[in-house]
């Protein structure tokens, strides 16, 4: 089921595994330091 998901199959479109903007990494980025700064 997961490869129908990843690749497509019949009528079902394929759909990409993960997708990051520029916006979502500086995001992910800023969440990451602030964690590891809460923890230092």
């Known amino acids: 089921m997961g490869a129908v998901h ?3 199959g ?6 990409p595994y993960l997708g990051l ?8 980025e800023r969440l990451v330091a602030t ?3 809460d923890l230092l």
């Not at 019949?10 to 759909?15: C, E, I, K």
């Not at 903007?21 to 992910?28: A, L, P, Q, V, W």
């Open 10 to 15: 019949n009528d079902t479109p394929a759909r």
């Open 35 to 37: 964690g590891l700064e």
């Open 6 to 8: 990843q690749f497509g």
């Open 21 to 28: 903007s520029g916006e979502n990494r500086d995001e992910i």
